[in-house]
């Protein structure tokens, strides 16, 4: 479960007069928190992160409920439901749609989990996330996780993008045990409508690294040719 920024509670605080603003805030704030958690969040993280009593925290989550925004499992574990994975599919829509055949060739190529990465104000956001078909096994990244940006192979690639003065542009990056401890990630820049970058994800193993890095470039070069 992470923590609320700083400025994420001070915009809570000046919110405060204003019982509309505020409950609406409250919600996307629980959305925010759900879906960003690392581990499946309940109702009682909820109230300590939004710093309310659990029966408040309890109306928050009937709500979104209703409305098949959260999902509540047996044992209380909440999860986005599938009305807002089914919203999120609309965010850079062209860009999914060009992305999704050529992230499914190099995932089933290298047997690895191939995944897009944008730029999201403060942090990079998983936006599409394909598994190679008929492998044994592979590791799944989750659409919608995010991290800080200049955290991890794809968030270092948006990171050089946006400030290449301080963050001078590498030809590709690598990334071990930074944002899934365990998982290793190689990325390349990938231009588009904002910062992106596209990666492939494996439990840490031997890998060519050139012959990947080769092939998401071809793959960038494809993905932003349209």
């Excluded at 089933?108 to 999201?120: N, R």
């Amino acid at each position: 479960m992470r923590e609320l920024r700083k400025d994420e509670r001070v915009e809570r605080t000046e919110s405060a007069g204003d019982p509309g603003s505020q409950t609406l805030s409250r919600g996307l704030d629980a959305l925010a928190l759900i879906g960003e958690s690392r581990t499946p969040a309940t109702i009682n993280d909820l109230a300590v992160q939004l710093g309310v009593n659990r029966s408040a925290a309890y109306r928050v989550v009937r709500t979104l409920e209703r409305h098949r925004f959260v999902q509540r499992s047996p044992s209380g574990e909440l999860t986005l439901g599938v009305r807002l994975a089914a919203l999120g599919q609309t965010v850079s829509r062209e860009l999914q749609v060009v992305a999704l055949p050529v992230l499914q060739r190099v995932a089933d190529a290298l047997q690895m989990t191939a995944f897009l990465v944008v730029y999201d104000g403060e942090e990079a956001v998983t936006l599409l996330s394909v598994e190679p078909r008929n492998a044994a096994t592979f590791v799944a990244q989750r659409p919608g996780r995010r991290h800080p940006v200049g955290r991890g192979a794809p968030g270092r690639v948006i990171q050089s993008m946006l400030s290449p003065h301080e963050h001078p542009a590498a030809r590709h990056e690598q990334s071990r045990d930074e944002v899934i401890p365990g998982l290793s990630a190689i990325a390349v820049p990938l231009r588009s409508e904002r910062p992106a970058s596209i990666a492939v994800l494996y439990a840490t193993r031997a890998v060519d690294v050139p012959g990947i890095v080769e092939m998401l470039e071809e793959a960038s070069a494809s993905i932003a040719a349209g």
